[in-house]
Nanobody, 125 residues
Framework: QVQLVESGGGLVQAGGSLRLSCAASGRTFSSTYNMGWYRQTPGKQREFVSA????????YYADSVKGRFTISRDNAKNTVDLQMNSLKPEDTAVYYC?????????????????WGQGTQVTVSS
């Protein structure tokens, strides 16, 4: 099993920045796991935000956050961060950390194996 714990959410004004962090632990977790972030607002499906591949640190972003968000990982600490800049009110959501075992094809093309509990991000206009 893998446990994921997010931190860093909060309230920020439009145009501001926040940094989310996710700490992974568990007997089966390794640096080869793909890690990512999703977000969800009430009444909507959880949507992909960003991911980083464990084997080569390739990064992936939703079009809505490309150029504003940056994902990174620290394998020594088993953490993955999401730096969010130029935040907009439409970025308001609960953000979830996610992890999946290495895949032969693609990154997070199916629902992740593990989820964190979520952290609220609110961007005021």
């Amino acid at each position: 099993q893998v446990q994921l714990v997010e931190s860093g959410g909060g309230l920020v004004q439009a145009g501001g920045s926040l940094r989310l962090s996710c700490a992974a632990s568990g007997r089966t977790f390794s640096s080869t796991y793909n890690m990512g972030w999703y977000r969800q607002t009430p009444g909507k499906q959880r949507e992909f935000v960003s991911a980083i591949r464990g084997t080569d640190d390739s990064t992936y972003y939703a079009d809505s956050v490309k150029g504003r968000f940056t994902i990174s990982r620290d394998n020594a600490k088993n953490t993955v961060d999401l730096q969010m800049n130029s935040l907009k009110p439409e970025d308001t959501a609960v953000y979830y950390c996610a992890a999946e075992a290495p895949q032969v094809m693609g990154v997070m093309l199916r629902p992740p194996d593990y989820w964190g509990q979520g952290t609220q991000v609110t961007v005021s206009s």
